[in-house]
DNA sequence: ATTATTTTTCAGAATATTTTGAAAGTTCGA
DNA sequence: TCGAACTTTCAAAATATTCTGAAAAATAAT
């Protein structure tokens, strides 16, 4: 196989894999095509690589710019602006975790608190297992998050090895 | 609040989040409301309280069926099937993990193992960084996948937890 | 200040996903 | 074997999401 062939399949995979997981197929697609990148590329650039519009490409990188894994960059001499994504897959993916974690799952968490606040009897069997289950969901949460907080060390050790490797 | 307006909440609010996710809306409230229901429910019962057709009932609890996270259950006497669903968050957080792994992220590691299989000089900076990358994807996802197992025996704590529980 | 270049916005179009509902299929008791 | 009760299927309709492209806004060079 060729390279080219191989990133271009890298990326439509990407893509698929995005939308399985709610992330928006040109978004993923634009990230995959960054990550296996050399260098920084305009949006004239992914345009063409992506066959997409200008708008779609400038909210898309937008959006990844906010979840912190592509940045800006701009060329000496250049008017037009370039971007690169975040190499270190690490990074990438505790970024991710932490940012859906901020979004979408804190805003229901602090829902639950107040939906613990029910008026019943206290014998109320309904009652008792619905704050159950909320209470069960909210412990998940809590070692989720700690599993996710051990990763990041973990991270650490990756990193590590990393460096290593840049003065094999 | 009232229990039955908590109940909506938890329901409406697990839709929205089961979306972000890339979880069908219905099929997200469907386990919602087994979730929080202490006797399993019919079809009808479903249908009447979610406000939805039987067709997208039936698609969707059988999809949740497909997921081991929702179970048919026969009454003695009734024509009718009833499901329910698994009550313990534990178990249903790693059936959904594992089975999101083997259907989506599976695929993906089989077909990078492909990608690395390129045509190129040795010396071919931009082959090496792809590999690199694809290298790399590949790590994280071993990585996370002995995270998970390692949440799994977790899993034996927290169930020794609940069992405890039913002691008191 | 004017103009050329680049970025951003957003209404409407295109596409993808979900839902409905009625018909076909199944199951089971009489 | 028949028919009532229930489940499944799936084409078409409804809905939701994403994408386009041209106009407006911003930016920088002259």
Known sequence: MKLSEAKQQ??????????????????AQIHALLLVSTDPMSAD?????????????????????????????LKPGERKEFFTA?????????KIIRERKRREVEPILGLL???????????????????????DIQRFANQATRAVDGMVKMDEHWFAGTLLKLFK
């Open 86 to 94: 975040e190499k270190d897959i690490w990074i990438v993916a505790m």
């Open 10 to 27: 890298f990326i439509l995979n990407w893509g698929v894999l995005g939308t399985q997981w709610g992330i928006n197929r040109t978004m």
């Open 45 to 73: 650039d992914i345009m063409k690589e992506l066959q997409i519009s200008r708008g779609n490409t400038n909210m898309n990188v937008r959006e990844l710019m906010d979840w912190g894994i592509v940045d800006k960059v």
């Open 113 to 135: 608190d107040q939906l613990k606040d029910i008026e019943a009897d206290k014998g109320d069997k309904d009652a008792k297992q619905f704050i159950a289950t909320i209470n």
